[in-house]
């Protein structure tokens, strides 16, 4: 391969031999002077500054290639440069003076000395050249002794190697820097028996060599790049240029300089680490067009592996018609400098695609110069995702500017001139149905959009829109303004802008009457914190204040309560008053719960009639128990609605931070557990949360998952308790009582250790419906085997009851469902759900007789019935409490109330059923009173389908006296 030619410029007037044979004056000292070391062939290997301001090249611009090239007549090349011919025996080559040419055109007179270099007898030389005239042999002696100084401290290594023609191969010269790199004196450099220098490191050797033999093959030049192995152990790169020339004696002789470049490769170990880590892909190109390197995401954006890649035209990720004009610009930039993509900044282009994909790239192009070398970086972005949204915007703003051009708002153009001041050029009819203001008057006076807005809105209108002139990017912007009138409005402004040939930035756009959604926006999100119907926080804003109370709690060593309050009542209220009335009630309840805890402590509506309360800043629970009283001394009067009194009390239950909990959930669960227990103790209680309701609340949510599943597996059954005619003890009825088949446990678990948990947690009404159905299933079977003929009492829910839609609904499935005769069905509901909402139970209960099916009211005497309400059911039987009858016999008082209901009930003409009949002292007392049947354990306890079905078989009962 030939040495690459230098490029001079071309002679012109005064810068060279011309016509006249004149020659310029060098613009420099009078005696410049310049050193090259050559190898054999005349490729310059190493030149010192002199040189590089003798000739006007850069360093690199002169290493690597032919020194004839300077010569300003290219006849005799090398031979005229050195004086004599390559190779001959001339011991001490004369001065003598050539004429050669600068890199800007300018000739040069130069003498020229030339001594081989230590060592070397065949090839390398070291040549001086100087400008100016030599006057005396002393100048000569200085200049040849300055020269062989030069040569004998060259940084790197010098070194000629031969190859005999039977392969040997010796290295008869090496200079003394192989010390300097390596640590070892020239006399320790040893050549193995395959003719590689021992210091080259073991995992280079194979492939150095197998470079060196193709060498000779060929006789080309080669860039050798290898580690090398100092004396300490450290490892070194060494790099350099080494030409083979074949003597007449048939032996191979280089001639090199070998560099180190640990230091780089280092460099470009770093710079391939950051490359392959790169999110963008990097490409490395040489002058030629041909790629050395790309990075993993570059091997991922064109589909390519990366030996793919290296060593091919860089033209064949590129699509038409880039792709065939592509060396046509390298070629173009390398004559003229001229690019249209180099230096230029991202530009967007279409890469090619593995697979014939089309790409859209972002590509930046950048030059750098490596070891005397161009190389070009190319960094490329997939921006197929930017062009779509791209695209999906400049969809969605033609869109806009459509509809804009039919919104009732104002369309406006509005100008910034390069003075910084700004107008409306255009405005239409809008601007006086949203501010008042007459178009002509906007165009005339911006000031008057300005006068609408607050001072920080005007300052931030006009300081959006500069931002949106320097980057020319659309403006939005929402403002609140003043309209004439006086009223408030809230503006949405939209506006595309341009650039005018003058300068000026100019806006064509809409602004819009967004008031009545702001208040919208503003509304929800208020309700998002607050309750609507009281207005105090929900427990989302709670939470909130929760956190920021439990950081000063900890800061200032102090604590805080979450207090769980329930309105005692209020049920009653909203189910016999309606709900408007109920919220009237709860807006009062809530005003007295504010007064009450003050300002400094946080009220919240939890739903219902259910309220949070969160106490600050206290040292001390009696803090917190002086705060409680309050509320309840406060609600023992009643709440004035409308000139109403309201007669509720407050039931509360409180937890303490950081005693009961540490964060919100705990500790409202906590307080709700105590709510609980003080309902249960009756209106206008208190509780203080303990361990022990931690422990039953956790039970309680344990057994509800567990009735869950129990549900999910039908697991619910009935069991049977028989009710027979006090006088000739026929079986004329059943009841059925819910009982749990627990699959876990394997164990029948009783009603008393389920049902206030499926009530509490609303799964009483799938609890009911199993045995609704299993009951009528189970009467239905033996009437068709004639077992039994008698009506079967299921109990229903208060949550049952008030879902008179549903109730209805489930009742008719199931008689369908499972064939039996409504006659043959009686539903029991309690005389408190039917008292709740008693004109809603009397249409319920009207809608089962006609649909023949008979109702009764369970556990009379325990409610607040009145007999004006009571003699308008449609129901056919009253059944007393079991409380009541247990103690007939020792407690004048029940035996009375029971002889009431009974002679009650028969004036109403209403069967009465006795429940807890347990010995026959309580039946000879019904008996006398003229009771019409009883229930007990003296007649039997709930019986299972199975148990039941024989007491049927047995025949009547008969009563045992002395039981």
């Not at 190898?39 to 611009?61: P, R």
């Not at 033609?398 to 001139?417: D, E, K, W």
């Not at 408007?580 to 009630?585: L, M, N, P, T």
Request: net charge negative; proline share 4%; aromatic share 6%.
């Amino acid at each position: 391969m030939a040495p690459t030619k230098l490029k001079l410029a071309k002679s012109g007037k005064g810068s060279g031999p011309d016509e006249t044979g004149t020659v310029a004056e060098f613009p420099s000292a009078s005696k410049a002077e310049g050193i090259f070391i050559l190898d054999s062939n005349g490729v310059v290997l190493s030149i010192n500054d002199g040189a590089v301001e003798l000739f006007g090249f850069a360093h690199d611009d002169l290493t690597g290639h032919d020194i004839a090239d300077l010569l300003a007549s290219p006849e005799g090349g090398l031979a005229a440069f050195l004086g004599f011919a390559p190779g001959s025996e001339v011991e001490d080559p004369p001065p003598h003076t050539v004429i050669c040419r600068r890199k800007d055109g300018f000739a040069l007179v130069l003498d020229v000395r030339v001594c081989r270099l230590l060592g070397s007898s065949k090839g390398s030389y070291a040549v001086q050249v100087r400008y100016g005239e030599v006057e005396t042999e002393e100048d000569w002696q200085e200049a040849e002794s300055r020269l062989a100084g030069f040569a004998a401290n060259i940084p790197g290594i010098v070194y000629q190697r031969i190859m005999q023609p039977d392969g040997v191969i010796s290295y008869p010269f090496i200079s003394n820097g192989v010390e300097d790199l390596l640590g070892s004196p020239v006399e320790e450099i040893n050549v193995n028996s395959e003719g590689c220098l021992e210091v080259v490191h073991w995992a280079d050797r194979d492939d150095l060599m197998a470079t060196i033999r193709a060498s000779a093959e060929d006789l080309h030049p080669f860039n050798e790049e290898f580690r090398a192995i100092a004396r300490t152990g450290e490892v070194k790169w060494l790099s350099g240029i080494s030409r083979p020339q074949r003597m007449s004696s048939g032996e191979i002789m280089w001639d090199g300089v070998l560099v180190d470049i640990t230091e780089r490769k280092l460099a470009e170990q770093r710079l391939e680490m950051i490359m392959d880590h790169a999110y963008d892909s990097i490409v490395t190109i040489s002058e030629k067009g041909v790629i050395e390197s790309a990075n993993g995401s570059a091997e991922r954006l064109f589909g390519y592996r990366s030996h793919e890649l290296l060593g091919r035209n860089v033209s064949m990720l590129m699509d038409e018609p880039d792709r065939s004009r592509h060396d046509d610009y390298v070629s173009r930039y390398l004559e003229t400098g001229e690019s249209h993509l180099l230096g230029k900044g991202p530009m967007e282009l279409t890469g090619l695609r593995s697979d014939g994909a089309h790409v859209p790239i972002e590509l930046a192009l950048s030059e750098v110069r490596m070891e005397g070398r161009r190389i070009f970086i190319g960094v490329a972005r997939d921006i197929t995702q930017r062009r779509m949204t791209e695209a999906r915007l400049r969809e969605t703003e033609q869109r806009l500017l459509g509809i804009a051009s039919n919104l009732p708002g104002m369309v406006f153009q509005q100008v910034l001139h390069r003075d910084g001041s700004i107008c409306f050029t255009y405005a239409s009819e809008g601007s006086r149905e949203i501010l008042g203001i007459e178009p002509e008057e906007m165009v005339d006076d911006f000031d008057l959009f300005l006068d609408a807005l607050d001072r920080p809105d005007r300052e931030a209108y006009q300081r959006k829109l500069r931002q949106s002139a320097t980057i020319l990017e659309v403006f939005t912007h929402q403002v609140k303004v003043t309209t004439r009138a006086g009223s408030t409005k809230w503006l949405s402004a939209w506006a595309r802008p341009r650039r005018l040939d003058n300068g000026d930035v100019a806006w064509d756009g809409v602004k819009l009457d967004i008031t009545d959604r702001k208040l919208a926006e503003d509304r929800l999100t208020y309700l998002a914190y607050f309750d609507p119907v009281t207005k105090l926080p929900n427990r989302e804003k709670f939470f909130q204040a929760f956190d920021l109370s439990c950081q000063a709690a900890d800061h200032l060593k102090q604590c805080a309560a979450v207090l769980s309050l329930g309105l005692d009542r209020f049920g009653i209220i909203n189910a016999s008053m309606g709900h408007s009335v109920g919220d009237q009630v709860l807006k009062a309840a809530a005003r007295r719960l504010s007064q009450c805890l003050g300002a400094t402590n946080v009220v919240a509506r939890a739903g219902g009639d259910r309220f949070l309360g969160l106490i600050r800043g206290m040292t001390a629970e009696v803090e917190l128990v002086e705060i409680i009283d309050n509320v309840i001394r406060r609600f023992q009067e009643p709440l004035v609605v409308d000139g109403q009194e309201f007669d509720l009390t407050v039931s509360i239950g409180a937890s303490m931070y950081p005693r009961d909990g540490s964060d919100a959930e705990t500790l409202i669960k906590n307080a709700d557990a105590a709510l609980n227990r003080a309902k249960s103790q009756g209106p206008g209680s208190v509780q203080l949360f303990t361990a022990e309701m931690g422990a039953r609340a956790a039970k309680t949510l344990s057994t509800q998952v567990r009735i869950r599943h129990g549900i999910e597996k039908n697991e619910f059954v009935p069991y049977f308790q028989p009710q027979v005619d006090v006088l000739t003890g026929a079986t004329v009825g059943m009841e059925a009582l819910a009982r749990w088949q627990d699959s876990e446990s394997g164990q029948l678990i009783p009603p008393v250790e389920f049902i206030s948990v499926a009530e509490e947690y609303g799964l009483i009404d799938a609890i009911a419906e199993q045995i609704l159905l299993k009951a009528c299933q189970t009467n239905k079977a033996w009437q068709d085997e004639g077992t039994a003929h008698v009506q079967v009492a299921v109990n229903l829910s208060g949550r049952q009851f008030h879902n008179s839609r549903k109730l209805l609904s489930t009742v008719d499935q199931v008689l369908k469902e499972t064939g039996l005769d409504p006659k043959f069905l009686e539903l029991e509901l309690t005389e408190s759900s039917a008292m709740s909402d008693p004109e809603n139970a009397i249409a319920v209960v009207r809608s089962l007789r006609d649909m023949g099916i008979a109702c009764s009211i369970d556990d009379f005497g325990t409610g607040y019935s009145s007999l004006s309400w009571l003699k308008r059911f449609p129901i056919h039987k009253l059944k007393i409490d079991r409380s009541f009858v247990m103690d007939v016999i020792t407690d004048p008082n029940d035996a009375a109330i029971v002889g009431a209901v009974v002679a009650m009930a028969h004036a109403l003409k209403l069967k009465v059923v006795a429940e807890g009949v347990e010995d026959m002292r309580h039946y000879d007392f019904l008996r006398k009173l003229g009771c019409d049947q009883i229930q007990g354990y003296l007649i039997a306890k709930p019986l299972s389908a199975e148990a039941m079905r024989d007491f049927f078989l047995n025949g009547k009962w008969q009563p045992i006296r002395g039981v």
